[in-house]
């Protein structure tokens, strides 16, 4: 993706393979690389329970193997855009793609859960180096028209089916083999991927210098807030160390700010915030984010642990999901260009938190056919319907060099808002389950271990009512995103095919 002065249609430079089979071979590199960046934001979600198990974690650090990827990867997005431009993006492509690859080996092998947590990280940093770049070598691989377009399509296709493809995927490698397969699948991809980067077109440098001071304190103060907030969960609001990463959390936050509007070549232009649409809608990813991770995170918990679904049995349990989303997704696309963003993204986000709404009302013995499927088919298409709007009301009236940066801007949020969703539904969650029994999801693996009947059932009942709690708060989330696209996004209908690829990128 292109960053701060770099236009999404760059020019091709000398040396852009021609051939139809070249090209073939591009599209190949560049959307196998999407396609495990963005798998691997759900695979690892299927496999949660049996890594609690063989590794010990405690139910607080849990989501942190989910958001320490989900931190690292949105917090240095932008950044790494901005090393493509500098450095060069095949370049900085090819060194994404190797980080992320050993981070896998890494996680694979990982003792114990701080280990795995630390490889996790190390992908997100891998993920937001290679991401950004990918997008934009298409531009500087394919010539613009038929061959662009056909590039284009194929890439966002390949973040449409990812999540679906990792939960399947997930599902299939921890039941047959092991949870750390979950990690080395992604070995021969990216040795594959690395051996074919060769025929990616290198674009043109530009001038500048890394925003490192912004990505550290933005970074670091989003890592301290979603910290206090698992550690105030867990150990009470009042405990020092709690009010001691709020305080490093505001400093920090403030810090990067202070950078940003004084930097020349800031991480995060602050003027494009300036637009009621762009801040609208960036807002309303954040919420989005925030409240769309309570279905894979919770769901996948409440099947495996409660309902005692297998790894594969969960990941295909998720088709209707993805049916949802590609129905939205469609009827989205077509609508846009007759009708402005918020008339299309609100009633979706209603028919979001009416899904999440209904979730909430699981109990222990909930059916799949009956409960589960309509709810996830319903959320699903309720967050299909928001994403191209979004990332219109994103881009609308940007300049052309700004375009990348408006929609880079827009994929930052919704996984900085992931992050901070799972800290703020995990911690409810826990707490609400822990106030009906305390350790309910360790007091389930004794009951499961002792096969005591009693045991089982009053901790699946505390963990059940965990879920929905976070359910409800899921769905306040989505009304929350409501409220925000009705007052802030007034863009009017546009038609702007390649900005709605853009959103695909996390």
Known sequence: MSTAGTSVADSIPRGAPSGGRHLGLALIVIASAQLMLILDGTITNIALPSIQTDLGVSDANLAWIVNAYALAFGGLLLLGGRAGDLFGRRRMFQAGIALFTLASLLGGLAPNEELLIGARVLQGIGAALAAPSALALITTTFPEGKPRNTAMGVYAAMAGIGSTVGLLLGGILTEALDWRWV???????????LAGTRILVEAERHAGRLDVPGAVTGTGGLLALVYAITRGGEHGWGNSLTLASFAVCAVLLS??????????????PLGLFRDRNRSGSYATMLFIGAGMIATFYFLTLYMQLVLDYGAVSTGFAYLPFSAGMGVAAAVSSKLIARFAPRVIAGPGLVVAAAGMFWFATLETDSSYAGHLMPAMFLTALGLGMCFVPMTLGAVSGVQDQETGIAAALLNTAQQVGAALGLAVLATISTSFADDKLPDAAQSLYRGLGTKDAALIDKASSAL???????????????????????????????????????????
């Open 464 to 506: 059940t009512h965990g879920y929905t709690m976070a359910f409800v708060a899921a769905g306040v989330m989505f009304l929350a995103a409501l409220l925000i696209t009705v007052i802030a996004v007034n863009a009017r209908r546009q038609d702007n095919t390649e900005a709605t690829a853009l959103v695909h990128m996390g």
């Open 183 to 193: 990690f080395f699948v992604n070995i021969p991809i990216g040795i594959a991927i």
């Open 255 to 268: 810090v990067f700010l202070l950078i940003q509007s004084r930097s020349d070549d800031p991480m995060l």
